[in-house]
C-alpha cells in the first residue's frame, strides 16, 4: 500500500510546530523510539512501516509501505522500518515535590532530547520549560530522548511566575554561583538551568538567590562554559549524591 496525498501533505506539516500544535499529533521515528511509545499511555494515531517490522498494532492503525516510500517521509538519514504518529498528550500540573528540572529558553534539540534523557535516568519525573524553549514533540528531540519522553511529565510555563509561586527551594546553574561540591544539597527542589548562549535570563536571576556553579579543574582554565545537557548531568550527579 502506498501513502495518500494527505497523508504525505500531514507529515510534512508535523515538522512545524503551529501545525504539531493545530493537529495534537508529532511524528517519531526507528524501531526502538516507536516501540517505546507503543509500550506508553501515549496514543497511535496510525503507523506507517515496511513488512518487516514486528508488532501487534491493531490492523486498522498501521499501513504497511515500501522503503522506498520511507524514505520519502523519513527525516532520518538511514530510514529504520517504521514511522508513527502520537497524539499530543495533555499537560500535567506541576506537583511540588522531589527535585524539578526547569529550562529557560533551551534551543537546542539535542540538548532538551539529552536532558529528558538524564530525567529519566536520574528518577526525575518532572521537567518544566519555558515557553520559548524548543518543542518536547520536535522530531529531533523525540529521537534524542529516546523513549524517555514517554516517562517524564513535561510542562511549558512562564518559569519566573512558576519559581515565584512554587514551595520548593529553587537553585539556578551559574558560572558565578557557589562550588557545588562545597555545599549541602537537599533531596527537593527546582533546578533552574539556562539558554546555551546566555545563561539564566536575568529576570529570573531576580527573583532567585541559590546559585549553583560547577568549578573547572583544567590547568589553562580556559573552556568558557560546560555545554548544557553535561552541566546537568553533573549537577544531577550531585544531587542525587
Request: glycine share 4%.
Amino acid at each position: 500500500m502506498s501513502i495518500t496525498k494527505s497523508q504525505l501533505k500531514l507529515i510534512t506539516s508535523l515538522s512545524q510546530k503551529k501545525y504539531r500544535q493545530k493537529h495534537q499529533l508529532f511524528i517519531a521515528e526507528g524501531t526502538k523510539v516507536v516501540n517505546e511509545l507503543l509500550e506508553s499511555s501515549l496514543e497511535l494515531e496510525i503507523l506507517f512501516a515496511t513488512e518487516n517490522f514486528e508488532t501487534t498494532v491493531r490492523k486498522d492503525k498501521i499501513t504497511f509501505i515500501s522503503e522506498t516510500d520511507l524514505k520519502k517521509i523519513s527525516s532520518l538519514k538511514t530510514p529504520n522500518k517504521v514511522l508513527g504518529i502520537f497524539k499530543i498528550p495533555e499537560q500535567n500540573k506541576i506537583i511540588d515535590t522531589g527535585l524539578i528540572i526547569a529550562l529557560d529558553a533551551i534551543n537546542d534539540p539535542g540538548n532538551l532530547g539529552t536532558i529528558i534523557r538524564l530525567c529519566d535516568w536520574f528518577g526525575v519525573k518532572q521537567l518544566v520549560c519555558s515557553n520559548d524553549t524548543v518543542d518536547c514533540y520536535n522530531q529531533k528531540v523525540v529521537q534524542a530522548s529516546m523513549g524517555s519522553l514517554t516517562r517524564i511529565s513535561i510542562t511549558y510555563l512562564d518559569i519566573e511566575t512558576y519559581v515565584k509561586n512554587t514551595s520548593l527551594p529553587s537553585f539556578i546553574a551559574d558560572m558565578d554561583g557557589e562550588n557545588v561540591y562545597k555545599i549541602s544539597l537537599p533531596k527537593e527542589g527546582v533546578l533552574i538551568m539556562g539558554n546555551e548562549a546566555n545563561g539564566v535570563s536575568s529576570k529570573i536571576k531576580k527573583v532567585v538567590s541559590n546559585t549553583l556553579s560547577i568549578p573547572r579543574f583544567g590547568e589553562n582554565k580556559v573552556t568558557e562554559s560546560l555545554n548544557v545537557a553535561t552541566a546537568t548531568a553533573i549537577l544531577l550527579s550531585e544531587f542525587n549524591r
